[in-house]
């Protein structure tokens, strides 16, 4: 092994599959990043000549890596973590991972060449590579799903079919028929056609009959472009010209200056301003800057006459953070206490929990911790359930971190997301601050995969949110137990938080599989909200509801307006109302893709599928037996807010669900409208639910406990406490005591009852009583089974077929097959199969034997078309 300069090796000349490409496609841009002049490697010997094959990971649904041969020139540069183009199959090109090296070929295929090379530093670490074969593994899915969940979207090349006439056709253009001969004279003028262009010049939709047509006949070629879809932002510096650098000669320009160009000054006095040149450190300064403060002409003017130089640079695009001046809150006697438990719990274990009431201080707990592992030189992941959740805490971490931090979600582009992910591997412009790069990373499920080389604790806040779950597609992960055995690969520290912990957390805490600590009582001494339960069936008898609302919730909302508080409503169902019915025949609008009724959305007018999106305006006449008198059913946020505006009208009221969160900036706006007391009363789903701290709501209102309640899952009634207890408590955060009214028509439900006491112990003994009794978790595991299809029939039969193989092997433990609740979603048929099996049992084993039954159903010519959709550990 030797240390080997890669520029002065290898220089700036292109590769030469890009002269290959570029035969065909003039306009094709196969980006190779450059060479930095001390770009130094660790690589094989340079005197070595060996053949080397590169296991790559593709972003398909393959079981297996596919082995690629190794340009031996090539063998001082390769190393695993490189991004590759390769091809698959016929004609395809991919991007995909080298993860190993090694010497040994193919058996079952002859080995083709790596194409190019994408990078000179890896983007993936070894210790990706092994959470993701972990994830993999664990979650029955293909590498090449884990990869194209891992990696940002800007980190993948793009690739785009193109069509050229082939130089060496001989034949007779008589012969063509009149589509494939306007397509051949659209290639004499254009040369080069997408498939988008040849669906628009021949008008039509699908047009591979006529392409494999003419490849037959010799007449085109077709090619795959690719190029790189994350391209690093640059800017355009300044800087004085190196003779102006003394005292005198600025003097001198100065004087000049003042005499004939008035403005050339003021754009060099801005320049003498922005660039600190008497104080600390003199720096370039951005040239547009120094347009807005002087004029556009006078800096240009200046470039030309050579005082100012003009040079190019790459910037970040995620902005800076300053801060880190804050001061440690002192502990009360509960924080210590817990702070002091998980101390000694860390010593022996490596997963602690903590269970805190809300506003109890979880939060000055995490920033103590975090502190300690940035100090010792570690980097920290802090995971919140929703993007909404990282609005409010950014700024508090900023004042005590500063630049150190990095956010990472889905609400960032995909060039934002690389230069996140580039700063937390130490490259990029951001990689080279003071700080250390991403010592401080907060994010939502998706920062789990991120390129952390020395991780040192991981805190999940919330730990109980169903958010942290993956659903489509694969793979399904849950980012808490991810973020533990992410954690085990760095020898980290894992802190799971929340006022409601799930049962499996709070189960493997007692069992002493994880540290426990516990705050029961709010900081500063601050009361639990009063929790008043109202029987809406009793009132609705009597005729006494408004619209959805009890005479006490609209009596004390009126109270708290008056006071100058904020009031917040809580309904789990987005949109106006959930369905329309004829109120003569009982018809109901219904997706043509599912088996839903169509939810109406007053806003925008539309009758709307959340499944599938589908949508239509509302009729007017019922289409089954056209009487008019068509009513909306339910309610949704929608139609709280614009009820609320009849009752409250001098209220300023806001929403905030799916529907109104969808702009990048939008979470944040509504937060900040709210902590600012520009809204008075916030309607919202779950998002209002998650550890939002506004310190001037006195009263929270449930307008539908029943609807959580009688969801049919096994974990109905956990959610339900947690979602009512975690609402409950964004009231009375400050120093006046809360008010909470939930609306029921069951108000003994023990549930309730254990809401309004704030017994969380109490639902977890109830719950844990019956999920032994009837074999759910914590005490066994499940796997559940989705198979699905266009025809009914089809999936009726390979369901109970697969499901009578799994009880060859599991007996009783299977359960089904069943339609769920929704069997048909963008025209597929579901069908659902339930695993359930020991705690004990070898996941391994149990792994193997689901795979072969898998794969042998595929196998079955009838059945070849099914998809099954395994999802371990469903939530």
Same mark, same amino acid.
Request: glycine fraction near 6%; charge should be positive.
């Given at each position: 092994?030797?240390?080997?300069?890669?520029?002065?090796?290898?220089? +700036?000349?292109?590769?030469?599959?890009?002269?290959?490409?570029?035969?065909?496609?003039?306009?094709?841009?196969?980006?190779?990043?450059?060479?930095?002049?001390?770009?130094?490697?660790?690589?094989?010997?340079?005197?070595? +000549?060996?053949?080397?094959?590169?296991?790559?990971?593709?972003?398909?649904?393959?079981?297996?890596?596919?082995?690629?041969?190794?340009?031996?020139?090539?063998?001082?540069?390769?190393?695993?973590?490189?991004?590759?183009?390769?091809?698959?199959?016929?004609?395809?090109?991919?991007?995909?991972?080298?993860?190993? %090296?090694?010497?040994?070929?193919?058996?079952?295929?002859?080995? /083709?060449?790596?194409?190019?090379?994408?990078?000179?530093?890896?983007?993936?670490?070894?210790?990706?590579?092994? %959470?993701?074969?972990?994830?993999?593994?664990?979650?029955?899915?293909?590498?090449?799903?884990?990869?194209?969940?891992?990696?940002?979207?800007?980190?993948?090349?793009?690739?785009?079919?193109?069509?050229?006439?082939?130089?060496?056709?001989?034949?007779?253009?008589?012969?063509?028929?009149?589509?494939?001969?306007?397509?051949?004279?659209? &290639?004499?003028?254009?040369?080069?056609?997408?498939?988008? #262009?040849?669906?628009?010049?021949?008008?039509?939709?699908?047009?591979?009959?006529?392409?494999?047509?003419?490849?037959?006949?010799?007449?085109?070629?077709?090619?795959?472009?690719?190029?790189?879809?994350?391209?690093?932002?640059?800017?355009?510096?300044?800087?004085?010209?190196?003779?102006?650098?003394?005292?005198? /000669?600025?003097?001198?320009?100065?004087?000049?200056?003042?005499?004939?160009?008035?403005? @050339?000054?003021?754009?060099?006095?801005?320049?003498?301003?922005?660039?600190?040149?008497?104080?600390?450190?003199?720096?370039?300064?951005?040239?547009?800057?120094?347009?807005?403060?002087?004029?556009?002409?006078?800096?240009?003017?200046?470039?030309?006459?050579?005082? $100012?130089?003009?040079?190019?640079?790459?910037?970040?695009?995620?902005?800076?953070?300053?801060?880190?001046?804050?001061?440690?809150?002192?502990?009360?006697?509960?924080?210590?206490?817990?702070?002091?438990?998980?101390?000694?719990?860390?010593?022996?274990?490596?997963?602690?929990?903590?269970?805190?009431?809300?506003?109890?201080?979880?939060?000055?707990?995490?920033?103590?911790?975090?502190?300690?592992?940035?100090?010792?030189?570690?980097?920290?992941?802090?995971?919140?359930?929703?993007?909404?959740?990282?609005?409010?805490?950014?700024?508090? *971490?900023?004042?005590?971190?500063?630049?150190?931090?990095?956010?990472? =979600?889905?609400? !960032?582009?995909?060039?934002?997301?690389?230069?996140?992910?580039?700063?937390?591997?130490?490259?990029?412009?951001?990689?080279?601050?003071?700080?250390?790069?991403?010592?401080?990373?907060?994010?939502?499920?998706?920062?789990?995969?991120?390129?952390?080389?020395?991780?040192?604790?991981?805190?999940?806040?919330?730990? =109980?949110?169903?958010?942290?779950?993956?659903?489509?597609?694969?793979?399904?992960?849950?980012?808490?137990?991810?973020?533990?055995?992410?954690?085990?690969?760095?020898?980290?520290?894992?802190?799971?938080?929340?006022?409601?912990?799930?049962?499996?957390?709070? $189960?493997?805490?007692?069992?002493?599989?994880?540290?426990?600590?516990?705050?029961?009582?709010?900081?500063?001494?601050?009361?639990?909200?009063?929790?008043?339960?109202? #029987?809406?069936?009793?009132?609705?008898?009597?005729?006494?509801?408004?619209?959805?609302?009890?005479?006490?919730?609209?009596?004390?909302?009126?109270?708290? &307006?008056?006071?100058?508080?904020?009031?917040?409503?809580? @309904?789990?169902?987005?949109?106006?109302?959930?369905?329309?019915?004829?109120?003569?025949?009982?018809?109901?609008?219904?997706?043509?893709?599912? #088996?839903?009724? &169509?939810?109406?959305?007053?806003?925008?007018? @539309?009758?709307?599928?959340?499944?599938?999106?589908?949508?239509?305006?509302?009729?007017?006449?019922?289409?089954?037996?056209?009487?008019?008198?068509?009513?909306?059913?339910?309610?949704?946020?929608?139609?709280?807010?614009?009820?609320?505006?009849?009752?409250?009208? @001098?209220?300023?009221?806001?929403?905030?669900?799916?529907?109104?969160?969808?702009?990048?900036?939008?979470?944040?706006?509504?937060?900040?409208?709210?902590?600012?007391?520009?809204?008075?009363?916030?309607?919202?789903?779950?998002?209002?639910?998650?550890?939002?701290?506004?310190?001037?709501?006195?009263?929270?209102?449930?307008?539908?406990?029943?609807?959580?309640?009688?969801?049919?899952?096994?974990?109905?009634?956990?959610?339900?406490?947690?979602?009512?207890?975690?609402?409950?408590?964004?009231?009375?955060?400050?120093?006046?005591?809360?008010?909470?009214?939930?609306?029921?028509?069951?108000?003994?439900?023990?549930?309730?009852?254990?809401?309004? /006491?704030?017994?969380?112990?109490?639902?977890?003994?109830?719950?844990?009583?019956?999920?032994?009794?009837?074999?759910?978790?914590?005490?066994?595991?499940?796997?559940?089974?989705?198979?699905?299809?266009?025809?009914?029939?089809?999936?009726?039969?390979?369901?109970?077929?697969?499901?009578?193989?799994?009880?060859?092997?599991?007996?009783?433990?299977? %359960?089904?097959?069943?339609?769920?609740?929704?069997? +048909?979603?963008?025209?597929?048929?579901?069908?659902?199969?339930?695993?359930?099996?020991?705690?004990?049992?070898?996941?391994?084993?149990?792994?193997?034997?689901? *795979?072969?039954?898998?794969?042998?159903?595929?196998?079955?010519?009838? !059945?070849?078309?099914? +998809?099954?959709?395994?999802?371990? #550990?469903?939530?």
């Amino acid at each position: 092994m030797g240390i080997v300069p890669l520029s002065a090796k290898l220089g +700036r000349n292109r590769e030469p599959w890009v002269e290959k490409y570029q035969q065909y496609s003039p306009d094709l841009s196969l980006l190779r990043l450059p060479l930095p002049p001390a770009a130094y490697l660790f690589t094989f010997n340079p005197m070595s +000549r060996i053949t080397l094959f590169a296991d790559v990971i593709l972003p398909l649904p393959v079981p297996r890596l596919y082995t690629y041969r190794v340009p031996v020139d090539w063998n001082e540069r390769v190393m695993p973590g490189l991004r590759v183009i390769v091809q698959f199959g016929k004609n395809k090109l991919y991007t995909g991972l080298i993860r190993r %090296l090694h010497e040994t070929a193919p058996a079952a295929y002859t080995a /083709k060449y790596l194409d190019t090379l994408l990078d000179e530093e890896p983007v993936v670490v070894e210790q990706q590579f092994l %959470l993701w074969e972990q994830m993999s593994r664990y979650y029955m899915c293909y590498p090449g799903d884990v990869l194209n969940a891992a990696l940002p979207a800007g980190l993948k090349l793009s690739s785009e079919t193109k069509i050229i006439l082939n130089p060496d056709y001989t034949g007779n253009r008589e012969e063509l028929n009149e589509r494939e001969y306007i397509l051949a004279e659209a &290639l004499d003028v254009r040369q080069v056609l997408s498939m988008e #262009d040849v669906s628009e010049i021949l008008s039509l939709k699908i047009v591979q009959p006529v392409l494999k047509t003419l490849l037959e006949k010799g007449l085109i070629l077709i090619r795959e472009e690719v190029r790189e879809r994350y391209t690093p932002k640059r800017e355009t510096f300044i800087r004085l010209a190196k003779e102006l650098e003394t005292e005198e /000669k600025l003097k001198e320009l100065f004087e000049k200056l003042e005499k004939k160009a008035q403005k @050339q000054l003021q754009a060099l006095i801005a320049f003498i301003k922005y660039s600190d040149r008497y104080g600390k450190e003199q720096h370039p300064v951005k040239k547009q800057d120094l347009v807005k403060e002087s004029d556009a002409g006078a800096v240009n003017a200046l470039i030309k006459k050579g005082f $100012f130089i003009a040079f190019e640079e790459e910037v970040g695009r995620i902005r800076h953070m300053e801060g880190g001046t804050a001061t440690e809150k002192e502990f009360n006697e509960e924080q210590a206490t817990a702070y002091t438990q998980l101390k000694k719990d860390f010593e022996t274990k490596d997963i602690a929990l903590l269970h805190g009431v809300t506003s109890s201080g979880k939060t000055e707990l995490y920033l103590k911790l975090m502190k300690e592992a940035i100090l010792e030189g570690r980097q920290v992941l802090y995971l919140l359930p929703e993007i909404a959740l990282t609005t409010q805490i950014i700024t508090r *971490l900023q004042n005590y971190f500063g630049e150190s931090i990095s956010v990472y =979600h889905s609400r !960032f582009n995909e060039q934002e997301r690389v230069e996140v992910w580039k700063t937390i591997l130490g490259q990029g412009p951001n990689a080279n601050k003071k700080a250390l790069s991403g010592s401080l990373v907060l994010g939502a499920r998706s920062s789990v995969f991120l390129p952390f080389r020395n991780l040192g604790l991981i805190i999940v806040d919330e730990e =109980h949110d169903s958010s942290y779950k993956q659903y489509d597609p694969a793979p399904r992960y849950h980012a808490r137990e991810t973020a533990i055995f992410l954690a085990s690969l760095h020898k980290a520290k894992v802190l799971l938080g929340s006022a409601t912990p799930s049962l499996e957390s709070t $189960f493997n805490a007692q069992n002493g599989k994880y540290g426990f600590a516990e705050m029961t009582g709010r900081f500063g001494g601050m009361q639990m909200p009063h929790i008043e339960v109202v #029987d809406i069936k009793d009132l609705s008898k009597r005729k006494m509801m408004k619209s959805h609302f009890s005479p006490l919730l609209l009596e004390k909302t009126e109270e708290v &307006l008056a006071n100058k508080e904020q009031v917040i409503f809580f @309904q789990n169902r987005r949109g106006f109302a959930p369905m329309i019915e004829c109120a003569s025949c009982a018809w109901t609008p219904r997706c043509t893709q599912c #088996d839903v009724s &169509l939810t109406y959305h007053k806003q925008v007018n @539309q009758l709307r599928c959340h499944y599938c999106g589908y949508s239509i305006k509302p009729p007017t006449t019922c289409p089954a037996c056209g009487d008019t008198n068509l009513k909306t059913k339910g309610f949704g946020t929608e139609k709280i807010e614009d009820e609320l505006a009849l009752f409250f009208p @001098q209220a300023k009221i806001a929403r905030m669900d799916l529907d109104t969160t969808r702009a990048k900036f939008a979470h944040r706006q509504i937060i900040s409208d709210f902590e600012e007391r520009r809204i008075d009363i916030l309607v919202g789903t779950q998002m209002v639910t998650k550890g939002l701290d506004f310190d001037h709501v006195s009263l929270v209102g449930i307008l539908n406990a029943d609807s959580m309640l009688n969801f049919p899952d096994f974990r109905a009634f956990e959610r339900s406490f947690q979602l009512m207890a975690q609402v409950s408590g964004r009231a009375g955060r400050k120093n006046k005591r809360g008010k909470v009214i939930i609306q029921s028509y069951n108000p003994e439900h023990p549930i309730l009852n254990f809401v309004v /006491k704030n017994n969380y112990q109490g639902m977890y003994i109830s719950e844990l009583n019956e999920r032994k009794q009837f074999h759910y978790p914590p005490y066994y595991r499940l796997i559940q089974f989705t198979l699905r299809h266009k025809d009914q029939d089809i999936i009726n039969a390979g369901s109970l077929i697969f499901a009578d193989k799994l009880r060859t092997h599991f007996g009783s433990r299977v %359960l089904g097959p069943e339609f769920p609740v929704v069997s +048909r979603i963008r025209n597929e048929y579901h069908k659902n199969i339930l695993l359930k099996f020991e705690r004990e049992a070898s996941m391994n084993k149990v792994r193997e034997i689901l *795979l072969a039954e898998i794969d042998a159903f595929k196998l079955q010519p009838e !059945f070849k078309s099914v +998809r099954v959709i395994t999802d371990v #550990d469903p939530v």
